[in-house]
């Protein structure tokens, strides 16, 4: 992420759409799952025969929200702070979608500089909703094709160097370490630089082990949830099997660290429970409780981690303590929840509804019901920096 002094204030394939409620309702969305072969509570990766999944649901009553991990959260660090303050830096294809895009991004403030993919379209998901489960069919496409050599072009690197915040999403571990590292190394070369890393799903851990653990030494700041520190524990081997998350946490901070200067800040979130937070040094880890909110409020839980990621960096840049940081990451979070997915949108800020990824969302529900969190975030996460940032105080 990028940030530019700013004041106090409230991977991704690129788009996804929702169909919007129709009245009167309209026919039951179980015939969409069986023409495109898709479970009904499910998340994959698309293959031939649902490329055109897409263009059906655009041609239907449907609605145009973000998704991807890194994406979401630098919409929502932008959101909070003020405009042109985030960059997102991500690959998208020669498209309509990455005009969309770049013309969504450009409303909310949020800075892009894609590299475009001239072969592979811009990343989508398609999202079916029938009762209370959630189908999402992924289809990856340029965001699996990040290049270091877009990242190293003279006036793109010009810009990682006057940044001074790095934002990486663990999803980027499977696409382009190299850029990965490069960031967390120019960050790592100025003690007031940050470096913030993700872990974003268990399966990185699992089997981005050592991609992963080149990351470790440069973590100013980690963010992950509690299964992914168990998956996470669990790739240490014997010496971490059995340990709760605190242990873990505090484990993890103190872990070997590069720039000495800057003590490594933990934060693991649990849902409903209480938000641990371990600072590398101290004797014990810290405990936040979550922002209490009814079920029937509870419109989508997807991308509520990437939300409360955005809230708590926004803090950071901010210069907030940290339980003010956390309270902001909880905050967001709650506000993305009573959306369908995280849109940032409430009516003070009505011109944030739509940003970019793409995710395409087709549902015959409510805003007001609940539905279930996905089995598993399939997008990839890419890389924010931010700039200057306001003293606290």
């Given at each position: 992420m990028?940030s530019?002094?700013p004041?106090?204030?409230?991977?991704?394939?690129?788009?996804?759409a929702?169909?919007i409620?129709?009245?009167?309702?309209?026919?039951?969305?179980?015939?969409?799952?069986?023409?495109?072969?898709?479970k009904?509570?499910?998340?994959?990766?698309a293959e031939?025969?649902h490329?055109?999944?897409?263009?059906?649901?655009l041609?239907?009553n449907?609605h145009?929200?973000a998704?991807g991990?890194?994406q979401?959260?630098a919409?929502?660090a932008?959101?909070?702070?003020?405009?042109?303050?985030?960059l997102y830096?991500?690959?998208?294809?020669?498209d309509?979608?990455a005009?969309?895009?770049?013309s969504?991004?450009?409303?909310a403030?949020?800075?892009?500089?894609?590299?475009v993919?001239e072969?592979?379209?811009?990343?989508?998901?398609g999202?079916?909703?029938?009762?209370?489960?959630?189908?999402?069919?992924t289809?990856?496409a340029a965001a699996?094709?990040y290049?270091?050599d877009h990242?190293?072009?003279?006036?793109?690197?010009?810009?990682?160097?006057?940044?001074?915040?790095?934002?990486?999403?663990?999803y980027?571990?499977?696409?382009?370490?190299?850029?990965?590292m490069a960031?967390a190394?120019?960050?790592?070369?100025?003690?007031?630089?940050v470096?913030?890393?993700n872990?974003?799903?268990?399966?990185?851990?699992?089997f981005?082990?050592e991609?992963?653990?080149?990351?470790?030494?440069?973590?100013?700041y980690?963010?992950?949830?509690?299964?992914?520190?168990?998956?996470?524990?669990e790739?240490?081997?014997e010496?971490?099997q059995?340990?709760g998350?605190?242990?873990?946490?505090m484990?993890?901070?103190?872990?070997?660290?590069?720039?000495?200067?800057r003590?490594?800040?933990?934060?693991?979130t649990?849902?409903?429970?209480?938000?641990?937070?371990?600072?590398?040094g101290?004797?014990e880890?810290?405990?936040y409780?979550?922002?209490?909110?009814g079920?029937?409020?509870?419109?989508?839980?997807?991308?509520?981690?990437?939300?409360?990621?955005?809230?708590?960096?926004a803090?950071?840049?901010?210069?907030?303590?940290?339980?003010?940081s956390?309270?902001?990451?909880?905050?967001?979070?709650?506000l993305?929840?009573?959306?369908l997915?995280?849109q940032y949108v409430?009516?003070?800020?009505?011109?944030l509804t739509?940003a970019?990824?793409?995710i395409l969302y087709h549902t015959?529900?409510p805003?007001?019901?609940?539905?279930?969190?996905?089995?598993?975030?399939?997008?990839?996460g890419?890389?924010?920096?931010?700039?200057?940032?306001r003293s606290?105080?």
């Amino acid at each position: 992420m990028v940030s530019s002094s700013p004041p106090s204030s409230r991977s991704d394939p690129p788009f996804w759409a929702k169909k919007i409620p129709s009245n009167p309702p309209a026919p039951s969305d179980d015939a969409t799952l069986q023409k495109y072969n898709l479970k009904a509570n499910d998340a994959i990766l698309a293959e031939e025969s649902h490329m055109s999944l897409y263009p059906d649901l655009l041609s239907r009553n449907h609605h145009l929200i973000a998704g991807g991990a890194a994406q979401n959260t630098a919409r929502g660090a932008q959101y909070i702070l003020p405009p042109n303050t985030v960059l997102y830096i991500g690959c998208v294809g020669k498209d309509d979608y990455a005009e969309n895009l770049r013309s969504a991004c450009s409303a909310a403030g949020l800075r892009v500089e894609y590299r475009v993919d001239e072969t592979q379209p811009t990343g989508r998901c398609g999202v079916v909703i029938t009762g209370n489960n959630r189908s999402l069919c992924t289809h990856l496409a340029a965001a699996n094709e990040y290049k270091l050599d877009h990242l190293q072009r003279p006036e793109i690197w010009d810009l990682v160097k006057k940044a001074r915040f790095y934002y990486v999403g663990g999803y980027h571990l499977t696409v382009c370490v190299p850029a990965a590292m490069a960031l967390a190394k120019e960050a790592a070369s100025d003690p007031q630089k940050v470096f913030i890393m993700n872990l974003s799903a268990p399966f990185i851990p699992q089997f981005f082990k050592e991609p992963l653990a080149e990351t470790s030494p440069y973590w100013d700041y980690l963010i992950g949830n509690e299964t992914e520190v168990a998956a996470w524990a669990e790739s240490q081997g014997e010496a971490l099997q059995g340990k709760g998350v605190r242990e873990i946490a505090m484990h993890m901070a103190g872990l070997k660290k590069v720039n000495e200067a800057r003590k490594r800040t933990v934060v693991i979130t649990q849902g409903t429970d209480p938000t641990i937070v371990a600072v590398q040094g101290e004797k014990e880890a810290r405990e936040y409780p979550v922002r209490t909110i009814g079920k029937e409020k509870i419109c989508d839980t997807n991308g509520a981690g990437d939300a409360f990621a955005g809230g708590f960096v926004a803090g950071v840049v901010e210069g907030k303590s940290l339980e003010e940081s956390v309270d902001m990451g909880q905050w967001l979070a709650k506000l993305s929840i009573q959306e369908l997915g995280p849109q940032y949108v409430n009516s003070c800020n009505p011109a944030l509804t739509h940003a970019p990824p793409l995710i395409l969302y087709h549902t015959n529900l409510p805003p007001s019901s609940q539905i279930p969190p996905p089995q598993t975030n399939l997008l990839q996460g890419m890389m924010i920096l931010i700039f200057q940032h306001r003293s606290a105080g």
